[in-house]
């Protein structure tokens, strides 16, 4: 069940996804709260697991690391055991960003992002073929970056 989130706390995820470095002071000033509740809410926030870490998100380009692929993962059995063995594998691999079961015709879907596309093929070719439930692998390389975002769109679903 979802957290009640009132326009306060709205604001106040919507100032911090953008920058984490706001102070209490700004925070509660741009709200329109005096500091203390303003602190005490995303102190709740945090509590409750809303906010779930407050990092820095680095530009992967400017760090070399210009291959971004997203692999789609069949596999070949569904049970829970095979199902749970995949998953803490793929939690172990730095590469894989994101991972995410899906619907349709694969099982999971994985953003992998490596230096260059030959760190990729090795990649594949010592993890992910070497992991025995893998039915089958389709990639697919992003030419072009048109939006990336940690940015949840709070003020349309709150």
């Known amino acids: 069940m979802p957290l009640k989130i009132d326009s306060y706390e709205r604001k106040i995820l919507e100032l911090l996804q953008v920058n984490t470095d706001l102070s209490i002071e700004e925070i509660s000033r741009r709200v329109g ?4 509740p303003c602190w005490r809410r995303i102190k709740r926030l945090e509590k409750e697991g809303v906010i779930k870490s407050r990092v820095a998100i680095l530009d992967h380009f400017k760090l070399g690391m210009e291959v971004v692929v997203f692999v789609n993962v069949s596999l070949i059995l569904h049970g829970k055991g095979s199902l749970e ?3 803490n594998r793929i939690r172990k691999f730095p590469e ?6 899906v ?5 999971y879907l994985l953003k992998v992002v490596t230096r260059n596309i030959q760190h990729y093929e090795s990649f594949v070719r010592n993890h992910l073929v070497a992991m025995p439930m893998i039915r089958e692998m389709h990639s697919t390389i992003a030419v072009t970056e048109i939006k990336d975002t940690t940015e949840l769109p709070l003020a349309t679903q709150l």
Do not use: I, K, N, R
Not at 33 to 36: D, I
Not at 96 to 101: A, D, K, L, P
């Open 85 to 87: 063995e995949f998953e």
């Open 33 to 36: 709260l005096s500091q203390s």
């Open 96 to 101: 894989v960003v994101e991972c995410y079961t």
């Open 103 to 107: 619907t349709g015709e694969t099982d």
